[in-house]
């Protein structure tokens, strides 16, 4: 077993694993037939399937993790919205529009009141889950934080409000995490951006909080020992060969796993995008293909079939719509990475990146219904406890697509009838009646469908 607040990265062993030879038909097949069983794989084996090029066996990968993600997700795809509630940063990041150095943007921190706002006008367009995010500053510490996620749980427009929200913030201490954790958060994420030790002293200059590299690695132990259930980890794609960094994640999630009794909750794949005045960004050291984007992604989820990715606006839409079928199991729709700019049309404030997906979210939920999937805002699981090991003890053997599907449908079914413009709701409701008629458990179906009647009479916030 491992030790907590022990470095788990071996930077060697690592970089040596993805020089391996190039496997042949007979072993990536064998991988791939552990793969279908979805219990996971070994480090070996993703350094194997890593090391794969041949176009031909990178299909096969990838028709193994389409496998794997309907078998576990179905045809849901759950949707949130970043609010940025601040672009102050003390940490010099050399890839952030939001670094301390960059004079070119226009600061801000919300108050209470602006976040409210921004709250609100996303709940007009049906949004429920909101991801927290700001940057690291004396003038967002933990105090400002609790009473930004008071302030957002408490927004109201009409009889809509949030119904979850996760952060993503820089590291704290055990006793910052437990004040999160009575705010009744969701996951907490945060990325280690690169788990090479040498590059990461590289791209975070001392002088910062965030140069601190053990610091930042160990932070979710600190979190679960605070008591949070659910972490979300990520790298940003583009600062090192991505094979070291989807290792680093596998070792991350065992480490997790062997101190704490459960592995990361989501993982997010973000790639590096242009940002105003920052020069790096228009030369990224180790840039990412979209092929092999493709494939990492496909290679995570067979690896790790159990944990949500996420997959953000920085791509575009044609690529995020690809990748749904592949693994991904949460998008953000509608977004923007500056502070204010949901209730601001001005958007005056400067963004951390540029986006490759402009779609509203109606948008974005229309060419979800034609791909045939169930545009999810459920918070079910959070709100009746079936989080961190409980929620894996139902994942493992399927159990938690009894709760998901019925779950994901009455939010949609919500959405359509509060929110979607009138094409949408029309061939989504058309999609419902699929759907439903689709459950083959005969008192699930009875359920689901006494409880789409109840939603259609005006009750709200139903889930099993």
Do not use: W
Request: proline letters at 4%.
């Amino acid at each position: 077993m491992q030790e907590k607040f022990k470095n788990f990265i071996d930077r060697e062993k690592l970089y040596q694993l993805i020089e391996g030879s190039v496997p042949t038909n007979e072993e990536l097949d064998k991988v791939l037939e552990k793969a279908k069983a979805l219990k996971g794989l070994s480090l070996e084996d993703v350094a194997l399937l890593l090391r794969v090029k041949d176009k031909d066996q990178i299909h096969k990968i990838m028709q193994v993790a389409k496998y794997a993600k309907e078998e576990i997700y179905g045809k849901r795809l759950v949707l949130f919205a970043p609010v940025y509630t601040g672009n102050v940063c003390v940490n010099n990041c050399l890839y952030c529009a939001f670094r301390r150095d960059n004079k070119t943007i226009k600061r801000k921190v919300l108050n209470m009141d602006e976040i409210e706002q921004e709250t609100k006008t996303l709940l007009k367009e049906g949004h429920k889950r909101i991801l927290l995010i700001c940057g690291e500053s004396p003038r967002n510490d933990i105090d400002y934080i609790c009473n930004a996620i008071r302030r957002t749980y408490a927004a109201r427009h009409g009889k809509d409000y949030v119904r979850r929200i996760n952060v993503e913030l820089a590291p704290m201490s055990v006793e910052d995490f437990r004040k999160l954790k009575a705010e009744k958060i969701g996951t907490y994420v945060c990325f280690q951006e690169t788990y090479d030790p040498i590059a990461y002293q590289q791209f975070h200059p001392a002088g910062s909080p965030k140069a601190d590299y053990e610091n930042r690695l160990l932070v979710m132990d600190r979190a679960m020992e605070g008591g949070i259930d659910d972490v979300g980890l990520g790298v940003l794609f583009g600062l090192v060969d991505y094979r070291f960094e989807i290792l680093a994640l596998v070792e991350h999630a065992a480490h997790l796993e062997s101190v704490f009794g459960c592995g990361p909750h989501t993982i997010s794949f973000p790639r590096i995008e242009p940002a105003d005045g920052v020069e790096f960004t228009q030369h990224i050291p180790n840039p990412v293909s979209d092929d092999d984007f493709k494939k990492i992604i496909a290679i995570i989820r067979i690896a790790m079939p159990y944990t949500g990715i996420i997959l953000s606006t920085r791509e575009n839409d044609k690529i995020r719509n690809e990748l749904i079928e592949y693994g991904v199991s949460q998008v953000s729709a509608g977004s923007r990475t500056n502070p204010g700019a949901y209730s601001d049309e001005e958007e005056g404030t400067g963004s951390q990146f540029s986006l490759g997906d402009h779609r509203s979210l109606d948008e974005v939920i229309s060419d979800m219904i034609d791909g045939g999937y169930i545009p999810s805002f459920c918070t079910g699981c959070y709100r009746k406890g079936r989080v961190g090991n409980d929620f894996m003890d139902l994942a493992k053997p399927g159990l938690i697509k009894q709760f998901c599907m019925p779950n994901g449908l009455f939010t949609f079914r919500e959405y359509l009838n509060d929110f979607a413009s009138p094409a949408t709701r029309e061939k989504g409701l058309k999609l419902m009646e699929t759907l439903i008629k689709q459950i083959q458990n005969e008192n699930l179906q009875k359920t689901v469908q006494e409880n789409v009647q109840k939603i259609d009479k005006g009750e709200r916030d139903i889930y099993l």
